[in-house]
């Protein structure tokens, strides 16, 4: 299952680097792609992973996250 998430503060690359980082160390989700341009990323999960847990993490790296989208 893929889900795009819709994130605001990114400003540059080493954000997307954050957010990569962050959104990783979910267990269950084994592909991210985040796009600096869009303001989303793209991920991949293997298990159910709570809309919860990814808005977690986001908030905890600095952004905000808008919108989870199951694709």
Same mark, same amino acid.
């Given at each position: ?5 819709? /994130? =605001? !503060? ?11 980082? @962050? %959104?990783? &160390? /979910? =267990? !269950? ?11 989303? @990323? %793209?991920? &991949? ?27």
């Amino acid at each position: 299952m893929k889900k795009r998430i819709q /994130i =605001e !503060g990114m400003s540059c690359m080493h954000c997307v680097k954050h957010v990569t980082n @962050a %959104l990783n &160390e /979910i =267990e !269950g989700i084994t592909n991210v792609v985040v796009n600096l341009k869009q303001n989303d @990323a %793209l991920v &991949e999960v293997t298990q159910a992973v709570s809309n919860d847990a990814i808005q977690n993490a986001i908030t905890e790296a600095g952004y905000k996250t808008v919108k989870i989208e199951s694709l």
